[in-house]
């Protein structure tokens, strides 16, 4: 019985002893459950300051991003503002030479009444001196005083200028300067300026000396005959027309029977389409130098700009759009047209036209931009590519605006090391990139269609697609590139598929097709209508069907048909003044035919 009791007793001792452990350990455990709580509390508020911090972070980085995007739209915003200035001061410039002009004119026909009057005093004076030698009956102070005052009335500007509305003859030689004599000191640039988009371009006036800034006196000193039918060239299609007939036509046709509102020329629907229906066939059958002349006849004759006043009958549309280009020198409007792509920042719109002209037509180009927009059109190209940090651009632009650049001839050993340099080239970044784009802007189009050549026997890509994966289908240089290869090919090919692709949505791109034809349309219009009938790029219809299609039969429509119309005479007047096969068009001729 002890014995048992011992033994309870110790058992009982091992248990408290056990429960004590458990007890220790549970306290234990509470600890590290108490640890790991505030570990985790740690844990969650580090996690919480990163977040936070991240946040903040991020929250910089986008207010920052903010701020620099804020700022670049700033600066566009400035960018367009002078230039939206500039044109406003240009066209008050503008306005104030046509003033001048009007009074110097003015000033000239009064002079000339005045001489005429004075002839006719002194012959009258004459007649009244003989009568009083016969007439005893008259005082000493009478045959001292002239019968009349040799003074005559001051004529008002309406006296002098406009003729009647119904009577639409040659104005008389008392009241019009032999346009001749002043094409030389006006220029064959003088026009005005009647929308926004041909601001201070279609006119250039004559400074204080008499001369006209960009005059074609300069103009024909580095003509290409391989490319550029000149002013002075084509204007000898026309010898046997007048330019101050037709300017009297053309006045006609805009003043004829009218209403005037506000000193506005209102005309009705079917007198508007009347007068667009005349200037088609008119403006589109006469050549480039020879609208020139009509509009400094026009000018001469009636003191008004021939630009303004079919502007205040047409107001706006493409068919306005279209007249304004016709009224310009081809460099002129490749000057308007580049200065609207800089204007909405637009370089690709750049590549089209300065990849397509040979180094004549670029000097030209130079020339005609500093004159109307006092810029350097090579400064302000290459700093639009400096803004989007084009590099390679800005040195693309500088070669092509290079007024010391000659272009090669073709050498076959020089072609040879340009294709081996860029087929064995496996990387084009930096100097390299610079070496190949500028190998495209350097030269001419007939080396590049050499190499070409040279390079499809040696790759089973062409160019193009060469340029592609070298440099990128979004590159700004590799485009400048696409676009010089394309062209250099085959120019009339080249603007048929630009013209195709265009039409996918006509409407929209209906003024750039009309800037192709208007560019072209004494160069070579003729072969890119024969390229698209060639390839079909009309799904069945010629050039001047689809063009009648697309516009459902439009007045704008009718200019560019009748261009297409009056393409020919150019391309037969050159084939009979040049050696065959001495010119690339010459050259496609007789290749295909045509």
Excluded at 34 to 51: C, H, I, N, T
């Amino acid at each position: 019985m002890g014995g048992a009791y011992c033994a309870l007793c110790l058992t009982s001792e091992e248990n408290e002893q056990r429960i004590a452990e458990l007890e220790n350990l549970l306290q234990e455990q509470e600890n590290d459950k108490r640890g790991l709580m505030r570990k985790l509390d740690d844990e969650r508020r580090r996690r919480d300051d990163l977040a936070r911090q991240k946040n903040e972070y991020n929250s910089d980085d986008g207010a920052m991003s903010d701020r620099i995007e804020k700022l670049q739209n700033e600066k566009k915003a400035v960018f367009k503002q002078m230039l939206k200035e500039k044109k406003n001061v240009n066209e008050l410039e503008d306005s104030i030479v046509d003033y001048k002009q009007q009074i110097s004119s003015l000033e000239k026909q009064i002079n000339e009444l005045q001489k005429t009057v004075q002839k006719a005093s002194g012959s009258s004076h004459n007649n009244s001196n003989n009568a009083g030698m016969r007439s005893s009956s008259l005082s000493s102070s009478h045959t001292d005083t002239p019968p009349f005052s040799t003074a005559p009335t001051p004529l008002s500007p309406s006296n002098v200028i406009s003729p009647s509305v119904n009577s639409v003859g040659t104005p008389s030689s008392a009241r019009v300067v032999n346009y001749r004599q002043r094409y030389s000191e006006i220029g064959a640039g003088t026009g005005g300026h009647f929308s926004s988009r041909m601001q201070g371009v279609l006119m250039s006036e004559p400074d204080e000396s008499g001369t006209s800034e960009g005059s074609d006196d300069e103009e024909d000193e580095d003509t290409d005959g391989d490319e550029m039918i000149t002013t002075s060239t084509t204007r000898i299609l026309d010898e046997k027309f007048d330019a101050e007939t037709e300017a009297t036509h053309i006045y006609s046709w805009i003043h004829g029977p009218i209403a005037s509102k506000s000193g506005k020329i209102v005309k009705g629907k079917k007198q508007v389409g009347q007068l667009k229906q005349r200037l088609a066939s008119a403006l589109t059958a006469r050549s480039e130098g020879f609208r020139q002349e009509v509009r400094t006849a026009y000018f001469e004759q009636y003191g008004k700009k021939l630009e303004k006043d079919i502007q205040r009958v047409l107001e706006k549309g493409h068919t306005l759009h279209i007249i304004q280009g016709l009224l310009l020198r081809s460099s002129q409007y490749d000057a308007v047209l580049i200065s609207e792509a800089v204007e909405n920042w637009d370089i690709y719109s750049v590549a089209d036209i300065i990849c397509c002209r040979d180094r004549a037509q670029i000097k030209q180009l130079y020339e005609d931009y500093k004159s109307r927009q006092k810029l350097d059109i090579k400064q302000q190209l290459q700093a639009l590519a400096t803004k989007d940090n084009k590099h390679t651009l800005v040195k693309v632009i500088g070669t092509i605006f290079d007024m010391n650049r000659v272009e090669q001839d073709v050498d076959n050993a020089q072609i040879n090391e340009d294709l081996n340099f860029a087929l064995g080239t496996k990387n084009f970044k930096g100097a390299t990139k610079e070496r190949l784009v500028i190998m495209f802007a350097a030269n001419s189009e007939q080396y590049i269609r050499v190499l070409s050549d040279q390079f499809k026997t040696k790759s089973k890509d062409d160019l193009l697609v060469f340029i592609d994966k070298k440099i990128g289908r979004k590159s700004y240089a590799g485009h400048f590139c696409k676009t010089r290869i394309a062209y250099a090919i085959d120019p009339p090919d080249y603007y048929a598929r630009t013209i195709k692709k265009l039409g996918v949505t006509f409407n929209k791109n209906l003024n750039r097709i009309s800037d192709i034809f208007i560019q072209r349309f004494e160069i070579d219009l003729y072969y890119i209508d024969a390229a698209w009938t060639k390839h079909d790029y009309g799904g069945g219809k010629n050039l001047s069907d689809w063009i009648k299609w697309k516009t459902g039969g439009s007045k704008a429509g009718l200019f560019l048909i009748k261009m297409l119309e009056n393409c020919a005479r150019y391309k037969d007047w050159r084939i009979s003044n040049e050696e065959p096969g001495t010119s690339k068009l010459g050259k496609f001729a007789k290749l295909t035919g045509i």
